[in-house]
C-alpha cells in the first residue's frame, strides 16, 4: 500500500512538472506574435536553415535574438544559421530563437557565459557592463557619420575590439548595424541645445546614456523599453532617444511626434559565441563560424540600411514633425557631452583619438 501512495505521488508531482512547463512555453511564446511564429517553427528568409535535411547534425547550437522575426539583425541572424548549416555539409545546425522568447539581453548574456546559451546578437550598451571597453564604442557624438563608424570597425580598430573578450567567457564574431540613435518627445521640436533643457527622457539603463542626457540638461529616465509607449501616452516621460525602425515598429511616433535628428549615438551591436560552446568547436569549424558571421554581417547591413529608410518614409507619412540639427546647433550638443570622454574613457583616451583621426 505504502508503495503505491508512493507511485501515485511520484506520478503527480510529474504531471504537475509537466504542466508547469507547458504553461511557461505558451507564455513565453505568447509574448509577441514574432514569438508565436518562431515557436510555430515558422521563420522568415533563411529561418529553413534551423532544420537539418543531410541527416542528424554533430552539434545543435542556440541562438537568442531579442528582436521580431522581420527585424534585419534577426534575419541576419537566421543567414548566419543558414550559411553555416550549408558550408559545414549539415554538421552544425543553429536553431534561431526571436522575439526574446529565451530572455532580455542582459540575462542571455550570462547563459552565454556558462554556456546555458550557444549564440546571441547584443546591443554594446548592456554588454559594456561585462567588457567595459567597449564603452568607447558608444561615446555620444563620436562618429561623424555612418562611414566614419565603419571605417573604424572594420579596421584594425575594431579588430582590436573583437580580440579583447579574453576572460569575459565571451566571443565576438562580427559587428552587426543598429543605426542611430535620435531623440523624439511629445512636447516641442528640439531644434536647439536649450529646447530638450528639463525635458524628462528615457534612456536604457546605462550610466553612460544617463550622464549623457543630464549633460544636455534634460531629466534621464531609465525604463524598460516595453514601457516607453504607455509613459509616453500618460505623461510619465517626455520623450526617449532610438533609431528610425525602433520609433516606427513600437508606434512610439503615435505619442511622440517631435523627432530630432542629432545622431548622438551610433551603437554598433555584436554577434557572440559562448566561450564554452566555442571551444567544442574544432579550429576548422571555428574559422567557418566566423566567416559566416562576417557574411551574415554584410547582409544585416544591407537589410538595416532598406528598413531605416521604409522607417523614416513611413513615420513622416503619418505626421511626424521631423527636425535636423543644423552643424552649428550639433556642436553645441557636442561641446556639451565633451567633458564624458574622461570620466567614462580616461584610461582609453589614445583609442578614442585614433577613431576620431580615422579618415580625416
Not at 531629466?219 to 517626455?238: C, F, H, K, R, W
Request: net charge negative; charged share 25%.
Amino acid at each position: 500500500m505504502r508503495k503505491k501512495l508512493l507511485s501515485a505521488a511520484l506520478c503527480a508531482a510529474m504531471a504537475v512538472s509537466l504542466a508547469g512547463c507547458s504553461n511557461q512555453n505558451t507564455n513565453a511564446a505568447g509574448e509577441t506574435k514574432a514569438a508565436e511564429t518562431a515557436a510555430a517553427g515558422t521563420t522568415a528568409a533563411g529561418g529553413e536553415a534551423a532544420k537539418s535535411e543531410a541527416g542528424s547534425p554533430e552539434f545543435v547550437f542556440t541562438y537568442a535574438e531579442n528582436q521580431a522575426e522581420d527585424y534585419p539583425t534577426t534575419q541576419g541572424a537566421y543567414k548566419f544559421a543558414e550559411l553555416v548549416q550549408e558550408k559545414t555539409n549539415g554538421k552544425i545546425q543553429i536553431n534561431v530563437q526571436a522575439g526574446g522568447v529565451l530572455g532580455d539581453e542582459k540575462s542571455v548574456c550570462e547563459q552565454l557565459q556558462f554556456g546555458g546559451i550557444d549564440f546571441m546578437r547584443m546591443s554594446l550598451s548592456p554588454l559594456a557592463e561585462f567588457v567595459p571597453k567597449l564603452n568607447v564604442l558608444q561615446l555620444p557624438y563620436l562618429y561623424r557619420d555612418a562611414g566614419h563608424m565603419w571605417q573604424v570597425l572594420d579596421g584594425k580598430i575594431g579588430e582590436d575590439f573583437i580580440n579583447s573578450f579574453e576572460g569575459s567567457n565571451l566571443v565576438a564574431l562580427s559587428w552587426y548595424d543598429a543605426g542611430a540613435r535620435n531623440f523624439y518627445n511629445s512636447v516641442r521640436p528640439i531644434e536647439k541645445l536649450e529646447d530638450i533643457k528639463g525635458l524628462k527622457i528615457r534612456v536604457q539603463e546605462s550610466e553612460m546614456m544617463m550622464g549623457m542626457v543630464e549633460a544636455l540638461g534634460a531629466n534621464p529616465t531609465p525604463m524598460a523599453y516595453s514601457e516607453v509607449y504607455s509613459a509616453l501616452q500618460t505623461g510619465v516621460i517626455d520623450g526617449a532617444e532610438n533609431n528610425w525602425p525602433s520609433y516606427e515598429s513600437t508606434s512610439h511616433y503615435e505619442v511622440a511626434k517631435y523627432f530630432t535628428i542629432d545622431e548622438h549615438n551610433r551603437v554598433p551591436e555584436l554577434q557572440l559565441c559562448s566561450q564554452a560552446t566555442w571551444d567544442k568547436l574544432s579550429a576548422d569549424d571555428q574559422a567557418v563560424i566566423r566567416e559566416c558571421a562576417l557574411e551574415s554581417a554584410e547582409y544585416e547591413r544591407q537589410l538595416w540600411a532598406e528598413r531605416e529608410k521604409a522607417s523614416e518614409e513611413k513615420v513622416r507619412a503619418a505626421g511626424s514633425q521631423i527636425t535636423e540639427l543644423s552643424p552649428e546647433e550639433k556642436q553645441k550638443f557636442q561641446d556639451a557631452v565633451k567633458p564624458m570622454y574622461e570620466k567614462y574613457c580616461g584610461d582609453y583616451m589614445d583609442i578614442v583619438d585614433a577613431i576620431i583621426a580615422t579618415g580625416k
